[in-house]
C-alpha cells in the first residue's frame, strides 16, 4: 500500500534538521512503538540562565523508523528550539502533523513519539533540577 505524503514530510524525511545527539544532554527522552517497531530519542541542552525561563538553545534526536517517524522528529526539534521549556511542552502530536502538512491517519502514532519524547526530555531535564515531574498522557499505540 502506497501511503500519500505532503511534500513537508518528504523534505523533512530526506533532509531531516536537528539529526544527532548531544553530550551529557540536560534532558534525554526516548518513546518506542513496539508494534512497528519505530523508537525515537531526543536530547535537549537548555540555557537555565535566559531571562523569560529556561530556553531550549539546542535540540537533536536519533530516531529508528519511517519516514513518518523521521519527518516527525525532524519538525518536532524545529518547533521547540529557541522556546522556553514551558512552550515546548505544549507541542502538540496535532501541531506537529499541521506543520507537516498533514500524515496518513495509520502514520499519524509517529507525531505522537515525537510529543511523548520531547514530554519525557522535558521531564529529565526537570527532575536533573529538582523540580516536579510532570504526569505524562500515556498513548495508546496502535499495531500497524
Not at 523533512?12 to 519505530?38: K, M, T, W, Y
Not at 539546542?58 to 518536532?76: L, N, P, Q, R
Request: charge should be negative; glycine fraction near 8%.
Amino acid at each position: 500500500m502506497a501511503l500519500d505524503y505532503s511534500a513537508k514530510v518528504m523534505d523533512h524525511f530526506s533532509n531531516p534538521r536537528n539529526v544527532g545527539e548531544i553530550e551529557n544532554p540536560d534532558g534525554l527522552g526516548e518513546a518506542g512503538n513496539p508494534q512497528c517497531g519505530d523508537i525515537m530519542k531526543i536530547y535537549l541542552k537548555v540555557d537555565d540562565k535566559a531571562p523569560q525561563g529556561p530556553i531550549i538553545e539546542d535540540v537533536k534526536f536519533k530516531t529508528f523508523g519511517c519516514a513518518s517517524a523521521i519527518a516527525s522528529s525532524s519538525m518536532a526539534t524545529e518547533m521547540i528550539k529557541g522556546k522556553t521549556v514551558d512552550e515546548a511542552w505544549k507541542m502538540t502530536n496535532v501541531a506537529v502533523a499541521e506543520a507537516l502538512d498533514g500524515l496518513p491517519p495509520i502514520k499519524m502514532h509517529c507525531s505522537v513519539l515525537a510529543e511523548e519524547a520531547i514530554h519525557k526530555a522535558i521531564n529529565d531535564y526537570r527532575g536533573k533540577r529538582g523540580l516536579e515531574v510532570i504526569p505524562i498522557k500515556e498513548h495508546e499505540h496502535e499495531a500497524v
